[in-house]
Nanobody
Framework: QVQLVESGGGLVQAGGSLTLSCAAS????????MGWFRQAPRKEREFVAA????????YYADSVKDRFSISRDNAKNTVILQMNSLKPEDTALYYC????????????????????WGQGTQVTVSS
């Protein structure tokens, strides 16, 4: 079992920045891939970013590329999502997830491929 706890959400004005953290505990996650997903009201959950824990290879949705950055802190067993130049359309509940480290990066963008999920942290961007 892997337990994930997100933190760092909040209210920010458009153009501002937020840093989300996802603390992992339980089984070793060095062989996992970690992802961030988000879900806005009345919308489906969508992929934001992912990182392979072993290689630090990163992947991003087109909508956040060049604005968001995902990284990991080995010492703290934490995955970080740095969000810059935030837009009102970034408003959503953000979830951290852990799952198998598929060699095909396409699978890393599918929420169905992740076995463990955090409870989510709310990000609200005002215009």
């Amino acid at each position: 079992q892997v337990q994930l706890v997100e933190s760092g959400g909040g209210l920010v004005q458009a153009g501002g920045s937020l840093t989300l953290s996802c603390a992992a505990s339980g089984r070793t996650i060095s062989s996992y891939a970690m992802g961030w997903f988000r879900q806005a009201p009345r919308k489906e959950r969508e992929f934001v970013a992912a990182i392979r824990w072993s290689t630090s290879s990163t992947y991003y949705a087109d909508s956040v590329k060049d604005r968001f950055s995902i990284s990991r802190d080995n010492a703290k067993n934490t995955v970080i999502l740095q969000m810059n130049s935030l837009k009102p359309e970034d408003t959503a509940l953000y979830y951290c997830a852990a799952g198998p480290n598929y060699s095909n990066s396409y699978y890393l963008q599918s929420s169905q491929r992740y076995a463990y999920w955090g409870q989510g942290t709310q990000v609200t961007v005002s215009s």
